[in-house]
Structure formats: structure tokens, C-alpha cells
């Protein structure tokens, strides 16, 4: 049961991801989530970058894993390094710019 709902949190197709109000909802989560009147976010996120078809997957990781370096900080843990994600996208966009160069 608690695998599905892992599956829909990290469905890639926001799309069809699992929106957080419906994961709270989860039987999974019943013990430890109250719902009151200002539980609901009122704000606006933008996802945008999700759907952008000039960002690539590599960058996408890397966009992910900054997001994560900054609650890692808060907590005193240590970063994970970003390192080999900004060398993908190197790598990957030489690739590009050869294989247009050659046509």
C-alpha cells in the first residue's frame, strides 16, 4: 500500500504525480496529519521548469539536488556534491554543440 503512494509522489509526469493534499489524505499518513483551516497552502509555486522543454534531465537532477543542498545546510548535514551533475551537463552539451557542428 505505502509503495504505491511512494510511486505517485515520484511519478516524473507532473501530470499525473500525486498532488500533496491527496498524499495527506493517504492512509499512510492518518496518525500523524491533522487537517485544520490554515494547514492549506495559500500561495502560488511555480513549476514551470517542469515543462520547459529547454531544460534538460541532467539539469533538471542538478536543479534538484541544489533544492536539497539548501535544507541539507539547515540541518547541519553534509551537501552532496554537485559536482558530477555540473560535469554531465558539460559533457552533454559539447556533445550537442559537436553533433550540430557536424551537420
Given amino acids: 500500500v505505502h509503495g504505491a503512494l511512494l510511486d505517485k509522489l515520484l511519478e516524473f509526469d507532473p501530470r ?20 485544520t ?4 497552502f495559500q500561495g502560488q509555486i511555480d513549476f514551470s521548469f517542469e515543462t520547459d522543454p529547454n531544460i534538460t534531465l541532467e539539469e533538471l537532477k542538478l536543479m534538484i539536488i541544489e533544492e536539497v543542498n539548501i535544507f541539507k545546510k539547515l ?6 556534491d554537485v559536482n558530477p551533475y555540473q560535469k554531465a551537463i558539460q559533457q552533454a552539451k559539447a556533445h550537442s554543440k559537436s553533433q550540430i557542428s557536424q551537420e
Fill in 37 to 40: 483551516a490554515d494547514s492549506k
Fill in 75 to 80: 540541518n547541519s548535514e553534509p551537501l552532496i
Fill in 16 to 35: 499525473r504525480r500525486i498532488s500533496a493534499e491527496a498524499a495527506l489524505k493517504h492512509p499512510y499518513f492518518t496518525s500523524i496529519h491533522e487537517e
